[in-house]
T-cell receptor
């Protein structure tokens, strides 16, 4: 079975531009979360979606937005890119978000470089 | 606020020796604890979790972790280290507060270096 897939793997954007990152969860998983990992730090939570609804939002500006589609895939959008947005963006999927569905499985990530 | 601390930036161990990567946590209520490993330019791989039950949890690749409620610790261990275990290790706690988002809170990470 395919794991969590993310696209693209790498991209370079200019300050002020907009970017869209994509994620396909493991088949059967209904929850998708997004994390930002800056070099040398642990991942920071951005969003969680479950059954196409936002279930959680981290401490990120409104320039960050996301959505989940009927097939449970997800997109993360970042507007007005700043140099500080350069990071590895990780998508994680899980069966759900209840007590019995606790572990999250991560994709390979998208490396975003803002110049 | 819930948090995770990994007090060591790097752990060095010789191949064949036991290894320990330390993690302490601060949560309200019962903790859901996880260990993940990250190889260079890769995503995170799930190793093991503690939700409830036995304090010694066994996971992938021969790793195990011991939950200690009194010391609020969840140290990762392996009896005999391999060079291929060299990677970045993250401890995480699940935020299951009132919003129950399932958000994971990660430590800063510990680089494990296993030398031949």
């Amino acid at each position: 079975d395919a794991g969590v897939t993310q696209s693209p793997t790498h991209l370079i954007k200019t300050r002020g531009q907009q970017v869209t990152l994509r994620c396909s969860p493991i088949s059967g998983h209904k929850s998708v979360s997004w994390y930002q990992q800056v070099l040398g730090q642990g991942p920071q939570f951005i969003f969680q979606y479950y059954e196409k609804e936002e279930r959680g939002r981290g401490n990120f500006p409104d320039r960050f937005s996301a959505r989940q589609f009927p097939n449970y895939s997800s997109e993360l959008n970042v507007n007005a890119l700043l140099l500080g947005d350069s990071a590895l963006y990780l998508c994680a999927s899980s069966l759900g978000w209840g007590r019995g569905n606790t572990e999250a499985f991560f994709g390979q990530g998208t490396r975003l470089t803002v110049v | 606020a819930q948090s995770v601390a990994q007090p060591e930036d790097q752990v060095n161990v010789a191949e064949g020796n036991p290894l320990t990567v330390k993690c302490t946590y601060s949560v309200s209520g019962n903790p859901y604890l996880f260990w993940y490993v990250q190889y260079p330019n890769r995503g995170l791989q799930f190793l093991l979790k503690y939700i409830t039950g036995d304090n010694l949890v066994k996971g992938s690749y021969g790793f195990e972790a011991e939950f200690n409620k009194r010391q609020t610790s969840f140290h990762l261990k392996k009896p005999s280290a391999l060079v291929s275990d060299s990677a970045l290790y993250f401890c995480a706690v699940r935020d299951h507060g009132s919003s129950n988002t399932g958000k994971l809170i990660f430590g800063q990470g510990t680089t494990l270096q296993v030398k031949p």
